[in-house]
């Protein structure tokens, strides 16, 4: 979350500092009406800010599994991470369309991908660009 904030334009963050003093002040205003010894805080940390204001992901995104991981490989891009996307036993979750459709995506995007899957050789989970090695039971022998 800290590169979202790295990335934020000189123009949007004068932008959201303005705001926030405006709602300061407002808040402020309405607290010097009362007799209690409140104060607000003048330092504003961008990422307190994104917190308070409720950022969340879709829900729609959250209840389907092909979204999930779409949107992880784009978190990825978006923050470069240096990582390799990997996930465990997506057959579980994606139709075979949808792998290929994963996979095409990632290629298009240059981006690493590892999916696991704890499967028998002869169970073919992806076709097409997809480089797939198979471990034993034991952990130790690649085929």
């Avoid at 996979?103 to 991908?113: A, D, G, H, M, S």
Wanted: with cysteine.
């Amino acid at each position: 979350m800290s590169n979202l904030f790295e990335n934020i334009s000189e123009k949007h963050r004068n932008r959201i500092f303005d705001k926030w003093r405006q709602l300061s002040t407002d808040i402020q205003d309405i607290i010097f009406m009362t007799d209690l010894p409140i104060e607000v805080n003048e330092n504003v940390d961008l990422k307190k800010l994104f917190k308070f204001d409720g950022i969340h992901f879709d829900d729609s995104v959250l209840s389907d599994p092909y979204a999930i991981i779409e949107t992880v490989v784009k978190i990825h891009i978006e923050c470069k991470l240096n990582s390799v996307v990997t996930f465990a036993n997506v057959s579980h979750y994606l139709t075979k369309e949808q792998l290929n459709n994963l996979i095409t995506f990632v290629n298009e995007l240059n981006v690493p991908l590892i999916l696991m899957e704890f499967s028998s050789p002869n169970f073919k989970v992806v076709s097409g660009d997809a480089r797939v090695c198979y471990i034993d039971e034991d952990f130790v022998d690649w085929y």
